[in-house]
């Protein structure tokens, strides 16, 4: 029996090579997005790989939306192996003047999104008695930027559910894991009407201590070594892919 991932956000940019990582390893896929364009193309392309490939068009902000999700896998896949909570999306604005609703709507996505998914899938994966979880952080849960209190509010809330959810959780096989990623360059990995080359400076490059952006690649390769089982003994960790671009201290020069 093959194994099955469940990807939410997975039709572009780092959901996407996600889900092409995974479907190169021989898992099934199943990826939820809100965008239904993404999504066809995001099919086409595993199954040009030849590979097996699912897409449905969900908000995770919507509880029903979540909920026909997982009634679909449960019904036609049986189980699932691996989630990856990716879907996110950022309203920012100056902390003085962002509305409240704007505010419920990044945790409602980000955070809260990724825990009613987490609870569906833990359902399914404490019959089997083995699973893992992988919520998609950020660096700007651990720092920030001016005028992103929201999205780091949802970020920094997905870190704490990570050690919490691990040890609810672990009784039953299921282990729970973060991926915190920095400057991660999507734009050659969005639908075709949106894709454009990307270009660097040499200074965009030198800030990371690695001499390079970070790729879609670089977060999927770590998704598939937290899913697996050589990562067995790891669980309420949460996994920093910056380059170094945070450990890095800066001092404005004369």
């Not at 990856?84 to 962002?98: D, F, Q």
């Not at 919520?135 to 209190?149: D, F, I, K, V, Y």
Request: charged share 20%.
């Amino acid at each position: 029996m093959s194994k099955k991932a469940a990807i939410t956000g997975g039709a572009q940019g780092i959901g996407k090579a996600i889900a092409l990582a995974f479907a190169d390893k021989g898992y099934e896929v199943c990826i939820a997005d809100v965008d239904p364009e993404a999504g066809a193309e995001a099919i086409q392309e595993l199954r040009e790989r030849g590979h097996e490939g699912y897409f449905m068009q969900v908000d995770v902000g919507k509880e029903s939306d979540v909920e026909r999700w997982f009634s679909w896998i449960e019904s036609e896949l049986g189980h699932i192996d691996v989630l990856i909570n990716n879907a996110g999306i950022a309203r920012n604005a100056p902390m003085l003047e962002l509305p409240l609703a704007s505010f419920d709507e990044v945790l409602g996505v980000n955070l809260r999104g990724a825990f009613a998914c987490s609870q569906l899938a833990a359902k399914l994966m404490k019959r089997q008695g083995s699973g893992a979880i992988i919520h998609m952080a950020s660096t700007r849960g651990l720092m920030s930027e001016p005028n992103t209190e929201a999205y780091a509010a949802s970020k920094g809330g997905l870190l704490a559910l990570t050690h919490a959810m691990a040890v609810s959780l672990g009784p039953y096989g299921i282990r729970v894991n973060a991926i915190s990623p920095g400057w991660i360059e999507t734009a050659d990995w969005q639908k075709t009407s949106e894709r454009r080359t990307p270009v660097h400076s040499e200074r965009d490059r030198l800030q990371h201590p690695v001499g390079r952006v970070g790729k879609p690649e670089d977060v999927a390769a770590a998704c598939l070594y937290l899913a697996g089982d050589s990562a067995g003994f790891i669980t309420g960790q949460n996994l920093v892919i910056d380059g170094g671009m945070t450990v890095k201290m800066i001092y404005e020069e004369e």
